[in-house]
T-cell receptor, first 111, second 115 residues
Framework: DAKTTQPNSMESNEEEPVHLPCNHS???????IHWYRQLPSQGPEYVIHGLTSNVNNRMASLAIAEDRKSSTLILHRATLRDAAVYYC????????????FGTGTRLQVFP | DTAVSQTPKYLVTQMGNDKSIKCEQNLGHDTMYWYKQDSKKFLKIMFSYNNKELIINETVPNRFSPKSPDKAHLNLHINSLELGDSAVYFC??????????????FGPGTRLLVL
């Protein structure tokens, strides 16, 4: 399974933008980039995913490098509720359906 | 209207006991999963079922036996509980397997503590 590398932790102030990086230098052409997050004492929840083009939804934006070896999850205005562990996950179109979680990035948001 | 629900939320038991965790989803999904999150917060898949059929069975001791009575339910039975089984167990569901665009929806977790 292609691997991802994320910083262990990041900090932000409330209402500031947050850029969460993810490196995936061994990504293959059929790998989709997914982001999930896990709020304290809750199950993971889907955030966003993409293949090649940048993606936006109501929760976040996903910026994918042209060579696809890295991506950045962008929270436009962090709130206290965004404090969570963010996981960047590669899903192979040819593989089974399991999600393979790494260690993720723990985001702290300060008021 | 909870999409994926699990019972119980907390489970404290003695070593050697047998226990079950139940999961139900009301999303009409075909596929359900069990994940385990250990004390170091590492989250790993254990099993997945599609329409009551086992699809994924990771390297899990055979003391763990999933059972899917229908596609809305996936239960996890654990025999002869050991200290190392202490973890948070998450159930999840998705519309179809083997599709990279399908979102998985997770339950709130069952916190199991084996004494």
């Amino acid at each position: 399974d292609a691997k991802t590398t994320q910083p262990n932790s990041m900090e932000s102030n409330e209402e500031e933008p947050v850029h969460l990086p993810c490196n995936h230098s061994t990504i293959s052409g059929t790998d989709y980039i997914h982001w999930y997050r896990q709020l304290p004492s809750q199950g993971p929840e889907y955030v966003i995913h993409g293949l090649t083009s940048n993606v936006n939804n109501r929760m976040a934006s996903l910026a994918i490098a042209e060579d696809r070896k890295s991506s950045t999850l962008i929270l436009h205005r962090a709130t206290l509720r965004d404090a969570a562990v963010y996981y960047c996950i590669l899903r192979d179109d040819l593989d089974t359906d399991k999600l393979i979680f790494g260690t993720g990035t723990r985001l702290q948001v300060f008021p | 209207d909870t999409a994926v629900s699990q019972t119980p939320k907390y489970l404290v038991t003695q070593m050697g006991n047998d226990k079950s965790i139940k999961c139900e989803q009301n999303l009409g999904h075909d596929t359900m999963y069990w994940y385990k999150q250990d004390s170091k917060k590492f989250l790993k898949i254990m099993f997945s079922y599609n329409n009551k059929e086992l699809i994924i069975n990771e390297t899990v001791p055979n003391r763990f036996s999933p059972k899917s009575p229908d596609k809305a339910h996936l239960n996890l039975h654990i025999n002869s509980l050991e200290l190392g089984d202490s973890a948070v167990y998450f159930c999840a569901s998705s519309q179809v397997p083997s599709r990279t665009r399908e979102t998985q929806y997770f339950g709130p977790g069952t916190r199991l503590l084996v004494l």
